[in-house]
């Protein structure tokens, strides 16, 4: 028996391979383009790279969000996570960067005793602050001595973070120059850190790539070691998404960049202590329950990428405050994660693998130099007071919206394979606060909106007739395409059987008491027919006529038929069905 049954074969052979199965199409189709603008092709042989090791042993840490704005609820809510395997809490304050409208309100010293009712701060679980002023977390650190706990023993990162506010609000908010006396008090009761955040989810939250979130987070932490001098006491904070090659790249990509940047500073290296929070803009309130999978791809991907502890936004964070169910599937996927399938035992897993050292090291590269353009401009304070940052991210993000919009980037249950009819979900009776952003501040967005508020309005819309034309061999694909590009702004569809002529089609329209249609055939039965099945719709009252497939030279000549609209891959999705429904008057 031979002892190696699969003969070897190059980069060469599978080259040739793949060209032959592309039957004359080029081979770039196979390269996609990041954010970035990083190039990602579909094969990369193995390559070593530096590792990017977490500062602590073994897994990472599961977190939950405590964010209820009473304090009795969020006592409650605390233990329930706490008491069914949570590691600790990210403890959300009333107006933090990732309050998104809810966080404990009240911090003053009756409140806060009634908030964490019950919670040991020395029994080994860690918490998170994610603040709006600073007096939150001096008012924490008030609390945990009021319960004569070894302060030097609680696992606290207390989330000071200025610059991130001054993104965030617009405004200047407390001045860098107040952070090393809180800082130093803080030490000098005992707590042992950290206590400043690089918190870049900002940058995230307001459509940044991947590496303008790398760039703003080091930026950041080189202002607070130039005022701290200590890098023990800074963590960041990155976003994570459901996409799970960028996510893990850029976790990696965190570390090699602070030790990076603190061996050009000439200090002694130190691991960097990261948080992930699965990320505000991929959350959707249509068909919401997707977002447990976006959730768990995110945990997945932050902690091999060497998140030191993760929380996962609720799936029903985006429609209100979460409820026992929804914060239980946040809790119990990362536990599924870490204590069933094991994924945090294995250090630095990516390691080694083509695909994502290739990916690491160009984000390493692409952050590294936005950051350094920050600091030719004098710095992360200097970048945001001369709007910088804020432009770069405008541009990415618009950007970002033209690609949801076009169906480039697809969001499940969205604007890819919609479900009109989802369950309801149940939310907790609190009302978020709204929040409006000032201007020259990083304004949090959610890439489904676009396609909620069209859902909404198209609820008087009346039904979309899909006009089959031929046999389900003829029609099948640009119906099933139809069906999804409607229904992605909420027009419900009617699908017809495959009719052969115009009379036939008017006929079936009719019956489906449908009020719009769009044709759905092939060009060749476009040419033929698509004139007089478009007049013929219009005959039987359809009040728009679309028609699925790029007009090309024939356009004037369909629209003078009756056709009002087209349909096609690349189109913007929003723009179109926003035509349509005005059109509609809805």
Not at 187 to 192: D, L, N, V, Y
Not at 200 to 226: I, K
């Amino acid at each position: 028996m031979a002892t190696n049954a699969f003969p070897a074969r190059s980069e060469a052979d599978w080259r040739k391979a793949a060209e032959a199965a592309l039957r004359g199409e080029a081979f770039e189709k196979l390269v996609s383009i990041t954010a970035d603008g990083v190039r990602l092709g579909p094969l990369h042989a193995g390559r070593e790279g530096p590792r990017a090791l977490r500062g602590q042993q073994g897994a990472w840490k599961a977190l939950c969000r405590a964010d209820h704005p009473g304090a009795d609820d969020f006592a409650a809510t605390a233990r329930e996570d706490l008491e069914n395997g949570a590691d600790g809490l990210d403890v959300v304050f009333a107006g933090a960067a990732g309050a998104y409208g809810f966080g404990l309100a009240r911090t003053d010293p009756e409140a806060l005793d009634r908030a964490f009712d019950g919670i040991p701060f020395d029994g080994g679980a860690c918490f998170t602050l994610d603040i709006g002023a600073f007096e939150q977390a001096t008012a924490f650190a008030a609390l945990v001595e009021r319960t004569r706990a070894d302060v030097s023993g609680v696992d606290v990162a207390f989330g000071l973070d200025p610059l991130g506010a001054r993104a965030r609000t617009g405004a200047a908010g407390t001045e860098m120059s107040a952070l090393p006396p809180i800082v130093a008090e803080l030490r000098g009761r005992g707590f042992r850190g950290p206590f400043v955040a690089a918190d870049a989810r900002a940058v995230h939250d307001a459509g940044g790539t991947p590496a303008q979130e790398l760039a703003f987070a080091l930026a950041g932490a080189l202002a607070y070691l130039r005022a701290l001098e200590t890098p023990q006491a800074i963590q960041f904070r990155l976003a994570a998404d459901a996409d799970a090659l960028a996510t893990l790249a850029k976790f990696r990509a965190m570390r090699l960049l602070w030790a990076r940047l603190l061996s050009a500073c000439g200090v002694e290296a130190a691991p960097a202590r990261v948080h992930a929070v699965s990320a505000w803009r991929m959350m959707t309130v249509a068909e919401p329950y997707v977002n447990v999978m976006r959730a768990a791809l995110a945990a997945f991907a932050a902690g091999l990428g060497g998140a030191d502890s993760v929380t996962l936004l609720p799936f029903s964070q985006a429609i209100g405050l979460p409820d026992a169910f929804a914060r239980r599937l946040a809790r119990n996927t990362q536990l599924i994660e870490l204590r069933e399938a094991r994924l945090g035992f294995v250090a630095d897993p990516a390691a080694g693998a083509g695909g994502f050292e290739a990916m690491t090291e160009a984000l390493c590269e692409k952050a590294w130099g936005l950051f350094q353009s920050f600091e030719a401009a004098g710095g992360l304070a200097a970048a945001l007071e001369r709007g910088i940052v804020q432009d770069a991210v405008k541009t990415a993000a618009e950007a970002l919206k033209r690609d949801v919009a076009r169906g480039k980037t697809l969001l499940t249950g969205v604007s890819a394979h919609p479900h009109l009819d989802a369950d309801r979900v149940t939310v907790l009776p609190d009302a978020a606060k709204p929040y409006t952003a000032a201007e020259g501040a990083l304004a949090p967005l959610r890439l489904s909106e676009p396609f909620e508020r069209l859902r909404e309005a198209a609820k008087s819309a009346p039904k979309m007739f899909l006009a089959a034309i031929g046999p389900l061999s003829a029609h099948t694909q640009r119906l099933g395409f139809a069906r999804e590009f409607f229904e992605a702004g909420g027009v419900a569809t009617v699908a017809g059987v495959g009719a052969t002529s115009a009379t036939a089609l008017a006929a079936e329209f009719a019956a489906n008491g449908a009020g719009i249609a769009c044709l759905c055939g092939t060009d060749d039965s476009y040419v033929a027919d698509a004139e007089a099945f478009a007049a013929a719709l219009k005959t039987a009252g359809a009040r728009a006529v679309m028609l699925a497939g790029r007009p090309g030279e024939r356009e004037a000549a369909w629209r003078a038929a009756g056709v009002d609209g087209f349909i096609y891959a690349g189109a913007d999705r929003v723009a179109t069905l926003e035509e349509l429904l005005r059109r509609l008057s809805v």
